[in-house]
């Protein structure tokens, strides 16, 4: 691995995220959709993080999932010492850190259910990808699932090219963010279709901060990929693409449905099909599945398999205009009442069978939401999991975070809430998060507010933590 890279990870901390899309929920649901047969569940699974950072996106799944085990890698001491000092804290027993490089780390006789590795392959040399995707293949279960996130070309491309110019030009501020921001105005003054387009591109980038930058478009090692060549590495190591981890990651945004049937010539070359989905997108970030080659995979999965999973609006409210049919608007209203929760799919078809009676046919109504929610779920209008989530918007008598993000409260570390979403205070709101233990009224939590942050409306804050599953019984 580059010196550089060390020395960057030694010296700064990499930001605290988490990541909804590798989620052990979100992945069995798609990897049996993609026909893996059977995907471990969330509930009794094995997780390995590869690059895991100070474990904020392992930590909170291990707190959810007691009976589940997690493990983290990650060559940063400082990185492993915070993420060992947070699981202590929260006493969480089923999950382990150690300090490793990829290169040299063996997993021995372990095996895991899934196998996280998010923005590493983008983050390394070509001699440390290939380390990676061999220590991806080697530990990974028979029947597992990889998870794989890395920087995408072409639509990566002029990012590469701002990055160098940011680097060029310390006469136009400061520092990165400075200088991004004094692009993005030049170039908004443009009035073309490219200035618009280099514009979105600096303020995006001056969005993430200085902190992030520093490990992304900044880092010692920013290297996006064509999605053909990662398939020929992957190949290499036996392992099998499967689809993108969420199902609208298979359609980029900015893509109309339509234009996959001008694609169809393309059907029998997935990869220069999706090669091409990236050219028309101009889509920047990958986060991949990939299975062993040998895995045999169900190729009779049909729509039906959705049942099976829980569901949420993604969109809320849905435009009535793509819902048809009494048993889709009584489906589509049980999923409004029950937003911002996830509830099964069963439970959501048994509430439509109540409403309509004995005019409830079982196979014919089975049929249609399956149709209707494995295309919503296509679009991005529903969110599907295996795991149900209970987000109550209504605020407890006595609000308390779980004693993972409490921890995190007072280490003014982003939150976790139960979607999977980091969620963040501004500086004189982290006192009143780190009082949500459980020991004060809502009165009691709003007189230390209107001392500590007189800016914080607490009752509507409350409801909106509540709404996220931040605040547990």
Same mark, same amino acid.
């Given at each position: ?159 590469? @090219? ?7 030009? =310390?006469? *136009?501020?400061?520092? +990165?963010? #400075?200088? &991004?921001?004094? !692009? /993005? ?58 689809? @993108? ?7 980029? =945004?900015? *893509?109309?449905?339509? +234009?996959? #049937?001008? &694609?169809?010539? !393309? /059907? ?206």
């Amino acid at each position: 691995m580059p010196d550089a890279v060390r020395e960057l990870y030694s010296d700064r901390r990499y930001p605290a995220l988490s990541h909804p899309d590798a989620h052990p929920g979100v992945l069995a649901a798609t990897a049996r959709i993609s026909g893996v047969p059977s995907p471990p569940l969330p509930e009794s699974c094995r997780i390995l993080d590869i690059g895991c950072g100070s474990g904020h996106h392992l930590l909170p799944l291990a707190e959810r999932f007691p009976e589940s085990t997690f493990h983290g890698i990650d060559f940063s001491d400082t990185a492993i010492r915070t993420a060992r000092r947070h699981a202590d804290a929260a006493g969480l027993k089923n999950i382990s850190f150690e300090h490793a490089d990829l290169a040299e780390w063996d997993p021995g006789d372990s095996s895991f259910d899934y196998v996280l590795a998010h923005g590493m392959l983008s983050s390394v040399g070509d001699e440390t990808k290939a380390a990676l995707l061999k220590l991806i293949q080697q530990s990974l279960a028979p029947d597992g699932v990889a998870c794989i996130s890395y920087h995408t070309l072409p639509g990566w491309s002029l990012r590469q @090219e701002v990055a160098a110019m940011v680097k060029a030009l =310390p006469e *136009l501020g400061s520092d +990165a963010s #400075a200088i &991004l921001k004094t !692009l /993005a105005e030049s170039a908004r003054d443009g009035g073309t279709p490219y200035t618009a387009h280099l514009a979105s591109i600096c303020e995006s980038m001056h969005a993430k901060g200085g902190e992030l930058l520093a490990f992304d478009e900044l880092a010692p090692v920013c290297d996006p990929l064509h999605f053909g060549q990662v398939i020929q590495w992957t190949g290499q190591q036996q392992l099998r693409y499967l689809g @993108e981890a969420t199902l609208p990651g298979n359609l980029p =945004p900015g *893509l109309d449905p339509g +234009a996959l #049937a001008k &694609l169809q010539p !393309l /059907a029998s070359d997935p990869v220069r099909f999706q090669q091409t989905l990236d050219l028309l997108s101009g889509r920047t970030e990958r986060t991949s599945l990939f299975c062993h080659a040998s895995l045999a995979l169900d190729t009779e999965t049909t729509t039906s398999v959705v049942l099976h999973f829980s569901a949420r609006l993604a969109i809320h409210p849905l435009p009535m205009k793509t819902v048809h049919g009494e048993i889709l608007e009584l489906f589509h209203a049980a999923l409004t009442a029950a937003w911002p929760s996830t509830r099964p799919v069963t439970e959501l078809m048994e509430e439509c069978a109540s409403r309509l009676g004995p005019r409830w046919d079982p196979a014919r109504g089975a049929k249609t939401i399956a149709d209707w929610l494995y295309q919503a779920a296509r679009l991005g209008w529903v969110e599907l999991r295996t795991d149900a989530i209970q987000a109550d918007p209504k605020s407890t008598a006595r609000p308390r975070l779980s004693p993972l993000n409490l921890e995190f409260a007072r280490s003014r570390t982003a939150l976790v809430d139960g979607f999977h979403r980091s969620c963040g205070f501004p500086d004189s709101h982290w006192q009143i998060a780190a009082a949500l233990d459980g020991s004060r009224s809502v009165a009691e939590v709003t007189a230390l507010a209107r001392d500590h942050a007189p800016d914080l409306d607490v009752e509507p804050w409350l409801r909106h933590l509540a709404s996220r599953g931040l605040l547990v019984d």
